[in-house]
C-alpha cells in the first residue's frame, strides 16, 4: 500500500509565502516523478510544479519565478516553496506521485487528499 499525504496549507495574505509538503510512504521501490497540482473552484485542475528522480523540474506559466519544487529522497518527501502568493492561487493543492511499486511492474500515479491554500487579506 502507498500513502501520499500533503500538508502545509492554510490562509495567507497577499504577498505572504507557505511550504507545502508532499510525504510518500508504504510499498515503495522507486519515485519516478513529483508533481504539484491545484484545483480552484470550478476550473480544472492544472499542473504547478513537477520534479524528475533526476532532479529536472518544470512550472506551470503562472507560478515561474515565485515557486520552488524541492525534495529530500531521504524522507520521500517533495516540498512546494510558494513566495509572493496571490488571491488567484487559491486553491486545493493536489501532490501526485509517480512510483514503482516494484521493479516488475510499471510506474502509477497516486494522489494525495489534497491541501487548501487560501490566499485573502
Known amino acids: 500500500q502507498v500513502q501520499v499525504v500533503e500538508s502545509g496549507g492554510g490562509l495567507v495574505q497577499p504577498g505572504g509565502s507557505l511550504r507545502l509538503s508532499c510525504a510518500v510512504s508504504?510499498?515503495?521501490?522507486?519515485?519516478?516523478?513529483t508533481g504539484w497540482y491545484r484545483q480552484a473552484l470550478g476550473k480544472q485542475r492544472e499542473l504547478v510544479a513537477a520534479i524528475s528522480s533526476g532532479g529536472r523540474t518544470n512550472y506551470g506559466d503562472s507560478v515561474k519565478g515565485r515557486f520552488t519544487i524541492s525534495r529530500d529522497n531521504a524522507k520521500n518527501t517533495v516540498y512546494l516553496q510558494m513566495n509572493s502568493l496571490k488571491p488567484e492561487d487559491t486553491a486545493v493543492y493536489y501532490c501526485?506521485?509517480?512510483?514503482?511499486?516494484?521493479?516488475?511492474?510499471?510506474?502509477?500515479?497516486?494522489w494525495g487528499q489534497g491541501t487548501q491554500v487560501t490566499v485573502s487579506s
Open positions: 501526485n506521485v509517480d512510483l514503482q511499486v516494484t521493479l516488475f511492474r510499471s510506474p502509477e500515479g497516486y
Open positions: 508504504g510499498n515503495i521501490f522507486s519515485i519516478v516523478a
